[in-house]
Each structure stands twice: as C-alpha cells, then as structure tokens.
Antibody, heavy 121, light 109 residues
Framework: QVQLVESGGGVVQPGRSLRLSCAAS????????MHWVRQAPGKGLEWVAV????????FYGDSVKGRFTISRDNSKNTLSLEMNSLRGEDTAVYYC??????????????WGQGTTVIVSS | EIVLTQSPATLSLSPGESATLSCRAS??????LTWYQQKPGQAPRLLIY???YRATGIPARFSGSGSGTDFTLTISSLETEDFAVYYC???????????FGPGTKVDFK
C-alpha cells in the first residue's frame, strides 16, 4: 500500500539547518506532486512547500520562502526539505504528503506520519 | 490571501447524531475546497475534495457541499471513530497556494 515515511527531525539551535527526508513506497512516485505540511504543537495545519512530479516547479508558503528548499529524487523515491536559518516558530511536526495530481496543484492526498522538529537553544 | 473560517470551533455530539461543520472563505474559491480529518497523534486524512467528492475509502456518511465562499461537511450519523478535528483547505489556481482553516473539533457530549 501507499506509504510515506519521514525522517530527519530532531532538536536544532536557532539559525542552524536541518534536512528532512520522506521515503515513498507502494505507488508510482514519479507520477505525483509532493507536499510538505507542518503543524506546530497544539495548532492547526500550515502548508510549507510543493514540488511537481518532475521537480521542475516548486512553490513555498510565505513563512518559509527563501529559507526552505524542497527537492525530490525520483530514482530513489525520496522527497526532501532543506531547512535553513531555523527559527523557534519552525518548531512543528512536519508531514510529507502526495498531491492528487502530477503538478502539485490539487492538494494533499496520502500523508506520512510526520517527523518532529524542535528549534531551541 | 484567502482566509478560511470554520464554525463552530467545537461541536459536542453523541454517536448516532448528525454533525454539520461550516467553512467560510474570505473570497470565492469556486469548488476548490477540501476537507481533512485528524485524530489525536495521527496524520490528517483526506475526506472530501473539490467540495463534494469523497476520497477513496471514505464512508458515505461523510458528504460535502457548497461553492464560492460557503461550504459544509456533514456527517450523517456519527460513529465513535468520527470524533476528531476537521480542517477545511482551499487551493488557489496557479501558482498553487494552500491555506487551511483553524479546524472544528467534534467531541463527545
């Protein structure tokens, strides 16, 4: 079945960097756009970034634009999120999710279980 | 930026009752409205997309309606596993942008 497994979370100091990964299996990864969505403790959901099926189009939420970079490796069925200049407000559970289509413009379908990022000194 | 408002914030009901959740957009989103369910400690799950289409495997007791700025998620007869938080989400055209509502918690009366 479709499975998404996030990894790479942890505790990091403000201003430092962290790289998250999402391993996909059980479906044809190259056919779908992919998202990152986050959820701060006790809060709602916030869309972070999306990439199209081939990585040619990437878009970001305003709060992470210029600091985060989404990428994918279709040969390894892996999605990544490089997070730089981390701030306390980036503390959250980060979920990867498939898009309903190839472009990344349709919205989230299947979600992983998330990985926790804590930004603290 | 389009803002989504969900009401009520909390809905206290008993199993077997019907639930009506509202999502209002600050400007028209057409039918580009999605509903997700999230249980404590779990990832969200897609319920309804494009305002009224049930996702694969979603029971028929879940239905969505609306267009423009006003949308409704109805759960016709609550099962115990339906007690959760429900989020609506809108998607813009191109470039894609996605915003979520603050959520409605359906809990036990």
């Amino acid at each position: 079945q479709v499975q998404l497994v996030e990894s790479g979370g942890g505790v990091v100091q403000p201003g430092r960097s962290l790289r998250l990964s999402c391993a996909a299996s059980g479906f044809n990864f190259i056919m779908y756009g992919m998202h990152w969505v986050r959820q701060a403790p006790g809060k709602g959901l916030e869309w972070v970034a999306v990439t199209s099926y081939d990585g040619s189009n990437k878009f970001y939420g305003d709060s992470v634009k210029g600091r985060f970079t989404i990428s994918r490796d279709n040969s390894k069925n892996t999605l990544s999120l490089e997070m730089n200049s981390l701030r306390g407000e980036d503390t959250a559970v980060y979920y990867c999710a498939t898009d309903r289509g190839t472009s990344g413009g349709y919205g989230m379908d299947v979600w992983g279980q998330g990985t926790t990022v804590i930004v603290s000194s | 930026e389009i803002v989504l408002t969900q009401s009520p914030a909390t809905l206290s009901l008993s199993p077997g009752e019907s639930a009506t959740l509202s999502c209002r957009a600050s400007q028209s989103v057409g039918s580009q409205l999605t509903w997700y369910q999230q249980k404590p400690g779990q990832a969200p799950r897609l319920l309804i997309y494009d305002a009224s289409y049930r996702a694969t495997g979603i029971p028929a007791r879940f239905s969505g309606s609306g267009s423009g700025t006003d949308f409704t998620l109805t759960i016709s007869s609550l099962e115990t596993e339906d007690f959760a938080v429900y989020y609506c989400q809108q998607r813009s055209g191109w470039p894609p942008r996605f915003t979520f509502g603050p959520g409605t918690k359906v809990d036990f009366k």
